[in-house]
């Protein structure tokens, strides 16, 4: 997708503050230096030309990108993705040079790297110091650093001596603050939150986010407000219920099975139906390294706030199939028409003021996800959560439950 088109996504969504995404790739890198010019004197980018504008507000992008390491440690195979952050063209494209040497650039935006966690930080921190790792979506099964698959039980095991450079942790989509909460070891990281987009759909641009509030909008002071997790500078995380996400209880996609972690502890991690390892999932995993209750938080941290987006919101208010009807779509851009940008609409917009735009049913069910009186049955082994508005809930079946076999749950998922 082009620069221009990305940017008017972006304000639709609500963001002054967007990630590159994939500098290492070759061809989107050359894109990004035909596309961008740095903002003086910040680290930022803006479009170089021709980038739709609406009156008192600008995207600004940051350079960014993710990548896989793939090593051995103490005879297991462990893969982590990394988010990078770093300043400049200048010093992406020297980070480039130095990752070429352990991984083809070309294969894929994200690419696959021969070499450690701690290699890869040292790489990293040798370009500049003003750069940043940050250990991407830490609990998912897969490719992450608390993984079930392939992680690890501690940071410190997996960044060895770097792990002074890593200031910061992502939630990913099946977790939030107060799931990593729990695990006192993660106090002094500060947690972050992004939507991880690597779709071609730009819907999911900013499905999560961090809210800063900074005098100026520059890299270094992103930095910094990320590195002191001050809540007067870092305000909040923007995030999905956890429950939504695709691997928050455990399960087996293929047996439609899903389960919490008590549950799935007593069948000691095995599927009823066919007798094969369930995926274990997010909630699960927190459990099992968790020193701390549940409801526990600790002092002077960022805050949260948990939302969904706004199309499947009104999608499951429509009864729609897809979000690709007309209708949907009609009622999003009536919205977005109304109050400017989607998380205008999630955080601020009354209810009296979106009913007279729109089906009342729309208005009163974004309210109820921002007051988070909506349920959502969990995600599970790469199937996201379903949304169950209030008037629904006596029409499911209570849960925790293992699900059993019948009609394939539909979620923004089938349409992405």
């Known amino acids: 997708m082009e620069i221009k088109e990305i940017t008017r996504f972006a304000e639709i969504k609500g963001l002054n503050l967007l990630g590159t995404g994939d500098f290492t790739h070759p061809k989107w890198f050359k894109e990004l230096l035909e596309n961008l010019r740095e903002a003086p004197e910040t680290g930022l980018y803006v479009p170089s030309e021709g980038s739709p504008r609406k009156a008192g507000f600008s995207v600004r992008y940051m350079i960014t990108g993710e990548v896989s390491t793939v090593f051995t440690y103490e005879g297991s195979v462990k893969k982590i993705h990394h988010l990078i952050l770093t300043p400049s063209l200048e010093t992406a494209a020297q980070i480039n040079d130095r990752l070429a040497r352990y991984g083809d650039l070309e294969a894929d935006g994200r690419p696959t790297l021969n070499m450690t966690a701690s290699q890869l930080v040292e790489e990293i921190m040798e370009v500049s110091a003003q750069n940043m790792v940050i250990p991407a979506h830490v609990w998912t099964p897969w490719f992450s650093l608390f993984g079930a698959f392939s992680g690890f039980d501690r940071i410190e095991d997996c960044y060895q001596d770097t792990t002074r450079h890593i200031w910061a942790i992502e939630t990913g989509l099946s977790s939030d603050p107060p799931m990593n ?7 002094r990281f500060t947690l972050v939150s992004n939507s991880d987009s690597h779709s071609p759909w730009p819907w999911r641009i900013g499905r999560e986010a961090n809210v800063f509030n900074l005098e100026r909008l520059t890299y270094t002071d992103v930095i910094e407000a990320i590195k002191g997790k001050n809540p007067e500078r870092f305000l909040y995380t923007i995030e999905t219920d956890p429950a939504y996400g695709k691997y928050h209880w455990t399960g087996h996609r293929a047996c439609n099975v899903s389960l919490p972690p008590s549950e799935a502890i007593r069948l000691g991690g095995i599927c009823p139906v066919c007798r094969r390892a369930l995926t274990k999932g997010v909630e699960q995993r927190v459990e099992e390294l968790a020193d701390r209750p549940v409801g526990y938080r600790p002092r002077g941290v960022p805050g949260y706030k948990h939302l969904l987006p706004l199309s499947e919101i009104i999608s499951v208010v429509l009864g729609a199939s897809s979000l690709s009807q007309k209708r949907v779509w009609k009622v999003y851009n009536t919205l977005i028409s109304k109050f400017g940008n989607e998380y205008k609409v999630l955080l601020d917009a009354s209810y009296e003021e979106m009913a007279e735009a729109v089906d009342p049913k729309v208005a009163e069910a974004i309210i109820q996800v921002r007051e988070e009186r909506v349920k959502v049955i ?28 019948g009609p394939k749950q539909r979620t923004l998922a089938d349409f992405m």
Do not use: F, M, N
């Not at 909460?181 to 106090?187: A, C, G, H, M, N």
């Not at 995600?379 to 699900?403: A, F, H, W």
């Open 181 to 187: 909460w729990r695990l006192s070891s993660l106090d």
């Open 378 to 405: 969990p995600g599970y082994d790469g199937v996201y959560g379903q949304i169950i508005l209030p008037e629904k809930d006596e029409e499911v079946e209570s849960y925790p439950r293992p699900r059993v076999k």
